[in-house]
């Protein structure tokens, strides 16, 4: 843990940095200090933001001063070997991949060289772990795309880019939860609601989790569509097998 910093970042928020890489060791200690954190009930905490590489801490000053905060974050370092991280949740996420869907999967695939039935296989049977959530609510930024698959983004960004849409950029994959503009490469989509302001969470997916995505055809696509606007529909969730 030498390579962790304490940096200063406004004056209600502290973030802890673990490394300068996007893989799941940096993330595995993002997520064990996170357990640790909760644990420790430190007075004062508002919110906490974990990301590729680190995790913020927003909390109230009237409460806990800098100094004291930080040196109890400091403290917590030598708490994380003995933080046992639960099984990650795995939501499976249904997908229209093609067509109107995904105008870019052409692209794509004739970019890796491969039929789209081959990118379809190959973007379907990865475990993607959600390192972070943002840009809009509940967007996700997912690891574990194969490099086969990789697309450059698009040299002009779309101004509106339905919301569930299943987007390719560089060796990132990830869903457009809310209707917005965007620059990826646009294979697919959700009927799946990722974010839902009227719903208990509003936000589907956390990071930490992960997702895997599975084709449905149009007929398929179109019944799940109408459970989710009838609030029927629930995301089949399970306990990923870690290892």
Do not use: C
Not at 87 to 101: F, K, N, Q
Not at 166 to 181: H, K, L, M, R
Not at 226 to 233: F, I, L, P, S
């Amino acid at each position: 843990m030498n390579n962790v910093r304490f940096l200063l970042t406004g004056d209600t928020s502290l973030t802890v940095e673990f490394g300068n890489e996007i893989n799941e060791s940096i993330n595995h200690d993002i997520r064990a200090y996170k357990i640790a954190l909760e644990k420790a009930g430190i007075p004062g905490i508002v919110e906490t933001v974990p990301t590729y590489r680190s995790l913020m801490v927003h909390y109230d000053p009237s409460v806990i001063r800098y100094g004291a905060f930080r040196e109890k974050l400091e403290q917590l370092l030598g708490e994380m070997a003995a933080i046992e991280i639960p099984p990650s949740p795995m939501l499976e996420i249904p997908v229209l991949y093609g067509g109107e869907m995904g105008p870019d999967l052409p692209f794509v695939a004739e970019h890796a060289g491969m039929s789209e039935e081959e990118v379809v296989r190959i973007h379907s049977s990865a475990e993607y772990l959600i390192y972070m959530l943002g840009f809009t609510p509940g967007f996700t930024y997912l690891g574990g795309m194969s490099d086969k698959i990789a697309a450059p983004r698009l040299k002009q960004p779309r101004v509106k880019i339905p919301a569930g849409s299943v987007g390719i950029a560089g060796t990132q994959t990830g869903v457009y939860p809310i209707d917005s503009p965007g620059g990826w490469q646009l294979i697919g989509r959700t009927p799946v609601k990722m974010y839902d302001p009227d719903r208990e969470v509003p936000i589907l997916p956390e990071a930490g989790q992960y997702i895997k995505f599975f084709p449905v055809t149009q007929e398929e696509y179109d019944a799940i569509l109408r459970e989710v606007e009838a609030g029927t529909y629930s995301v089949k969730t399970h306990a990923r097998k870690e290892g």
